[in-house]
């Protein structure tokens, strides 16, 4: 678990404004850390705030392992959620768990399909790629396939066999549970502000968005990033902005 020590102010934040707020970013299957935060982790310029970005080594590889490192990274005060891809499943499960802990979510393209099972692109999506996660205790499927399976269902791009990376994010995907399970009730949205961030590039998260959004979540579109708004130069200030109007 990588704990920044200094205080986090995110741009849009008033200079000399005092903060105090526990933030916990957790990472989808691809970046780990800081690195699947670049924006948001150089934003550590002042006093104030306890950052935390989490590493697929500190989520482990089960629920239960990731809602515990969760659960240790809120600790006993609670902190607000930032989570991006199958990392919002987690997420949204401790603040569905534990909403007192969780003083708001903010998640970006999050694979919540477990929570809005029924519309026809989540749907089509669990079709597609149930047949891949079958795979994953298959060991005559290697690491690195298991990723080019992955990208190939979901219809991305596909890197050259031997990519420098693949056969570790292969590994990381297969461990972890299908993003569909659990099934997440919205509830968590009524105690827990919440804001989805996506990059209308994909009808399938959009479906997601649309749906929270249906039930209580704010939504909005940052383009040009693909799966990685979070990277997006007004991705910040609409963080910031969803904390502010928190309290």
């Known amino acids: 678990m990588r704990a920044l020590p200094t205080n986090l102010l995110l741009s849009g934040t008033a200079v000399g404004q005092t903060v105090t ?55 006993p005060n609670g902190g607000h959620l930032v989570a991006h891809s199958s990392g919002a499943v987690a997420a949204t499960l401790a603040a569905s768990r534990e909403p007192w802990l969780v003083r708001s979510l903010t998640l970006f393209e999050p694979a919540c399909f477990g929570a809005v099972r029924g519309g026809p692109e989540v749907e089509r999506h669990v079709l597609e790629m149930s047949p891949v996660f079958d795979l994953a205790d298959d060991r005559a499927v290697s690491d690195a396939d298991f990723w080019v399976r992955f990208l190939e269902a979901l219809g991305a791009p596909v890197p050259a066999p031997n990519a420098v990376g693949i056969a570790l994010l292969g590994r990381r995907l297969r461990a972890s549970p299908p993003p569909w399970e659990p099934s997440i009730s919205l509830d968590f949205l009524a105690p827990s502000p919440t804001l989805v961030i996506t990059g209308r590039w994909n009808d399938l998260y959009e479906e997601v968005a649309e749906a929270l959004a249906g039930a209580g979540a704010c939504h909005e579109i940052l383009e040009g990033k693909f799966h990685r708004p979070q990277d997006h130069v007004r991705a910040n200030q609409l963080i910031a902005a969803h904390w502010k109007a928190v309290g």
Do not use: K, Y
């Not at 916990?24 to 691809?30: A, C, L, R, T």
């Not at 800081?34 to 950052?51: D, F, R, V």
């Not at 590493?55 to 600790?75: K, V």
């Open 21 to 75: 707020m526990n933030i916990i970013f957790v990472p989808g299957s691809g970046l780990d850390g800081t690195e699947a935060w670049p924006q948001q982790s150089n934003a550590m310029l002042a006093p104030g705030t306890s950052g935390t970005f989490l590493t697929h080594e500190d989520l482990g590889s089960t629920r239960e392992q990731h809602l515990a490192a969760i659960h240790r990274a809120l600790g």
